[in-house]
């Protein structure tokens, strides 16, 4: 009896709400609250133009004041769909409110965020005009209905205080997929064109928040908008919007691969400057090279500290065959033998390093990839003609790297395809995405194989899996030689983008990535064993310290601080591997009910 009833406890206040109110108003005061939010967007929160955005203005938002008014809105859909009003209840399919405080959650982080700078910046509160004052206590009533909702329509309520304090650490597990969610109703079948054309919307939409995301300019506003869009997935995803998506593209597999490299490839063509392109363009050098150590670390489970290293390898490789000035071979090789060129000498780094040290496991592994990221930048920095060999023109580094010319077409110029000009970044962009296709093709597929259930097997158990015949030793030489060419694959753009490569660009930790540290956290962050987590982890730790300059001093406080968060409420990773996410919740209810 005793061990039963705390479950059936725990069940019932999983979903019921944190604030004690009748349903109705609940619902009318989430309501009321975020109807008031949309109309002090239309007022001025500042008296002075100081405020980055111009928030003096009353009868349009700008500036913060639209990402308020996004989030308010965005709070009435998701509660008129879980009232159930008719054409609305398709984007609800959860049947619940979870979507609804998410939102709401989001709306309040981006308001007060907003109203605190401004006192901070500004030197007071009293720099709030009445807009400012109204749009506070709006998102704050707002937030205060949502928690009086019920995250599952159906659930019980409850009133005690333990039962509500455990509400919301529930809420907090929702961050979990699975952890409190029931599975979804079928859905109502659509005809195939109209699937598509969801599937092209979603694209579309991703497309233009990223845009909007990555076009911000100025700090204060890529904060809030990482606020707004963070609470916002997560409530896109408690309203089932995401698991109805998958389905979706699970069903139309090719068509969004192709709907998907589509939306990324006209993203230049939403860019009136080069500044973003060349941000999107080192996002991809960087999520392709995190994708490449997720083949030794997420499927493989080798801790590698030196995987900068590869990079370095390849884009130096690069940098000497393809005609700079500065280098000491003078020779120019074309651009697809610069690629191979580096690829190579990478991969032939990984066997090298990998066949003495992968006999090692753990922590002994880690320390020795560690060290040899560490020989490899004081080498290249000491082969100066002086300290060493005249190979890299030593902490000078190889200059003036030409740009990238194919069957004519040159990167660095500006060209016109079908009426579309491309600027020189936007030339780079196009070639970076093309790369990662093929990476995020052979990650997938050496996943998918033999070798990659061996990887999988090994990462799991090493002693099992060569109990059961698998050769540890030459499986795992293979990851680190396959990653090591991807690294040095990505080396040889980064190269030509750059047009320069210096030691200090390698380094294990530093203020810009990419270096080992943050290579290894976006594969963390991201997921581990999966392909959109490294992606998205290497986008998020890439933009951030690009958009948020005021945070360079801080940086690597930040990191660490949203590592240890992150481990404690998502310690699979923000797009978790199934299977790793499965063995999570089966080991945790194991020791819950032990």
Known sequence: MTSQ?????????????????????????????????????????TWTDAFPGNLTVTGYPGGLQLLTLTGALLTLVHLLAAWGIRGLRWLNPADGHGGTVWTAAGTFAATWYTLIAIAVQLGGLANLEPGGWVAGAAALLTLTGALALPLDRRATATGTTRGRLATVRGIVRTLHPGRTSRPLPPARPLPGWAELLLIAAAFGIALGVLTYGIGTAYGELFTGF?????????????????????????RHRNVTVAAAFVAAALFPLTQDTDEYTLIIVNILIFATVALGLNVVVGLAGLLDLGYVAFLGVGAYTAALVSGSTASTLHVRFPFWAAV??????????????????????????????????????????????????????????????????????????????GGIALSPFANYYLLMLLFTVIVVLVFSRAGNSRIGRAWIAIREDETAATAMGINAFRLKLLAFALGATLAGLAGTVQAHVAHTVVPEQYVFAGPVPPNSAFLLAAVILGGMGTITGPLLGAALLYLIPAKLQFLQDYQLLAFGAALILLMRFRPEGIIPNRRQQLEFHEDTAAKAEA
């Not at 990482?226 to 699970?250: I, N, S, V």
């Not at 780094?349 to 922590?363: E, H, N, S």
């Not at 002994?364 to 060999?389: H, K, W």
């Open 5 to 45: 009833q705390p479950q059936q406890h725990g069940t019932a206040v999983d979903t019921a709400p944190v604030i004690p109110l009748p349903l109705g108003t609940a619902r009318v005061l989430t309501a009321a609250g975020a109807a008031l939010t949309v109309l002090s967007t239309f007022l001025s929160w």
């Open 226 to 250: 990482l606020f707004l869009t963070g609470f916002c997935a997560a409530g896109l995803h408690q309203a089932g919007l995401t698991t109805r998506l998958a389905e979706l593209t699970a």
């Open 340 to 417: 191979l060129t580096g690829a190579a000498a990478s991969l032939v780094f990984g066997v090298v390093i990998g066949a003495p040290t992968l006999r090692l496991r753990g922590d002994y592994l880690a320390i020795v990839t560690l060290g040899f990221g560490e020989i490899f930048r004081l080498a290249v920095g000491n082969l100066d003609g002086q300290s060493g060999p005249s190979v890299t023109n030593g902490p000078n580094g190889i200059p003036n790297i030409p740009d990238l010319e194919l069957f004519g077409y040159n990167f660095g110029d500006k060209h016109s395809v």
